[in-house]
């Protein structure tokens, strides 16, 4: 019996786990990637002996991905050579103060209380309440499939409200732990990975500071492109074909079913579509322009940002792995990029420095260095001037990196490539160059985020970032087997 076929449009995180999970089931699986190469957002330039991680970073949230590579029938630890990065991050404050964000309680405690005293059992105190977000989201809201309006709604979700302060706001929170502003926003700022303000973001999201010092912030040994490497070597044993530098032009639909997709013209008929690609770009690119397209349009999308690579020709050894800039101005920061779409007139800003973690990401004596500042998405009126907007990004860069005396950076850069909102846009399809699709504020999370599946076309899919659970690497995976398991339940498989 000829076995059942199933196309997915993108080989990003998502997509790829889907399609693991798909043949490991016997489905004919072919992936159509538009790039060269597979891994989305997380994706890699490699150039002079320099190699450059331009989505992700860090690896956070490990135990997430022990459990999505268990449910491959892998572990992580058997696919990838894993260090702890500890300290995570060292923050730099505008008045020259730093803290370094350590597992090393001892440690961590002399620091924060020389920014205020008592503040240790402060933190203590958050991230006793970060435990129970983390637990309860991972359990409640990030693993569960919600097909129907039950699976959400139900007598054993109310407790919830109270249990992961679903309407509190996060900042607002943190007046529970800390006066100080600078510790509010060392345990605050991770909510940006969300696309979201912490003025805004629900204090669910102390799930991450607290993931992040309790599980641990990672690095792969070869970078976070190794994860895809991983993916792929695991699609191809699992039969997974691959076509890449290949667009799915639209998807063909047939009454109340996805016959196949469009490429070069011609279709190629399956008997289900997964689209990885991002789900606002699927729903106003590759379907007809229906209400449901329209009502994506007035969702709300996370922010952007400005990213540049370095190959320098001399290393920098005080620069730690992941240095964070973080402006007095907190709230005037996430404003101008959530609400007025713009650069901040001092933006707090993060630099990655791999060498420090694997000197094989440069030649010796080199460096490779990535430096990556938030900025609004694109604007409906296309009225942003990202030429200019990226220059000024690239001088606040230069102007922090001084405060901490590294004062020759300009001199020393062999050759530079960045990223704008606009190339966002072009390299993945992200709609308005956002780099975390549709944002993570309360109306667009868990069961209220778009569903894995389209409500019209029965045979037609979604995973990744803009859909259920949301964005983040391991997240991915985790809808990538949603995502998978609907498709083999509706295919009786
Ligand atoms: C700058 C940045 C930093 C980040 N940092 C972190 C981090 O440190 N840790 C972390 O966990 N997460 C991080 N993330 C988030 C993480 O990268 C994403 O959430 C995740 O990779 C998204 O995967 P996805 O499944 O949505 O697929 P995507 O990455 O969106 O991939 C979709 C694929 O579809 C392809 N495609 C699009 N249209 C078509 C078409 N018409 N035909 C064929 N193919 C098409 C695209 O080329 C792409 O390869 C970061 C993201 C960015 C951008």
Redesign the pocket.
Request: glycine content about 18%.
């Given at each position: 019996m000829k076995s059942k076929s199933a196309i997915v449009?993108?080989?990003?995180?998502?997509?790829?786990?889907a399609a693991i999970h798909l043949a490991k089931q016997g489905l004919h699986v072919t992936v159509?990637?538009?790039?060269a190469r597979?891994?989305?957002?997380?994706?890699r330039i490699s150039r002079e002996g320099h190699h450059f991680d331009?989505?992700?970073?860090?690896?956070?949230?490990p135990l997430l991905y022990e459990s999505e590579f268990a449910a491959l029938g892998t572990s992580i630890k058997e696919r990838l050579d894993l260090q702890r990065v500890d300290p995570t991050y060292h923050l730099v404050f505008d008045n020259g103060s730093q803290l370094a964000l350590t597992s090393d309680m001892k440690c961590l405690q002399e620091q924060l209380e020389t920014f205020e005293p008592g503040s240790f059992q402060g933190l203590l105190r958050y991230m006793n309440e970060g435990h129970c977000h983390y637990h309860l989201g991972i359990e409640k809201l990030v693993q569960p499939d919600f097909r129907k309006a039950s699976d959400f709604f139900k007598l054993s979700n109310l407790p919830l409200v109270q249990q992961v302060k679903p309407l509190k706001k996060h900042y607002a929170n943190m007046s529970n732990y800390f006066d100080d502003p600078r510790l509010k926003a060392a345990f605050t700022f991770q909510d940006v990975?969300m696309g979201l303000s912490p003025f805004e973001a629900p204090a669910t999201f102390s799930m991450m500071p607290y993931t992040e010092l309790a599980h641990g912030v990672w690095y792969p040994k070869g970078g976070?492109y190794q994860v895809v490497e991983a993916l792929m070597s695991l699609a191809r044993e699992a039969g997974v074909e691959f076509v890449f530098n290949?667009?799915?032009?639209q998807i063909s639909l047939n009454g109340k079913s996805a016959r196949g997709v469009v490429?070069d013209g011609k279709l190629q008929e399956v008997d289900a579509v997964l689209a990885?690609?991002?789900l606002p770009?699927?729903y106003q690119?590759?379907l007809p322009q229906d209400n449901e397209a329209k009502k994506l349009e007035r969702k709300r999308y996370s922010c952007s940002?400005i990213?540049f690579f370095w190959g320098m020709d001399k290393p920098y050894e005080t620069l730690p792995p992941h240095t964070l800039f973080l402006a007095d101005d907190y709230r005037e920061n996430f404003d101008s990029i959530i609400r007025d779409l713009d650069l901040p007139a001092n933006p707090s800003l993060y630099i990655h420095a791999p060498t420090r973690l694997d000197s094989s990401m440069a030649p010796v004596g080199q460096d490779t260095l990535i430096a990556?500042v938030p900025v609004g998405h694109m604007s409906a009126n296309g009225d942003q001037d990202w030429s200019a907007i990226r220059d000024q990004a690239r001088e606040h860069v230069f102007r922090r990196l001084r405060t901490i005396g590294i004062n020759d950076l300009e001199e020393h850069i062999k050759f530079e490539m960045n990223?704008t909102p606009l190339s966002?846009r072009k390299?993945?399809?992200?709609v308005k160059g956002s780099?975390?699709?549709l944002c993570h504020n309360l109306s667009q999370l868990g069961y209220f985020r778009p569903d894995n599946q389209h409500p019209h076309y029965r045979n037609l899919y979604f995973?990744?970032?803009?859909?259920r659970p949301?964005?983040?690497?391991?997240?991915?995976m985790v809808?990538?087997r949603l995502s998978a398991q609907r498709i083999l339940d509706d295919l009786k498989i």
């Open positions: 449009i993108g080989a990003g995180m998502g997509g790829l786990t159509l990637e538009k790039n597979p891994g989305g957002r997380c994706d331009t989505g992700p970073t860090l690896l956070v949230m990975y976070m290949t667009t799915v032009e490429v990885n690609a991002d770009y699927v690119n590759l940002v990213s990556i990223f966002w390299r993945y399809n992200l780099t975390h699709g995973t990744g970032a803009s859909t949301g964005t983040g690497m391991p997240t991915a809808s990538g």
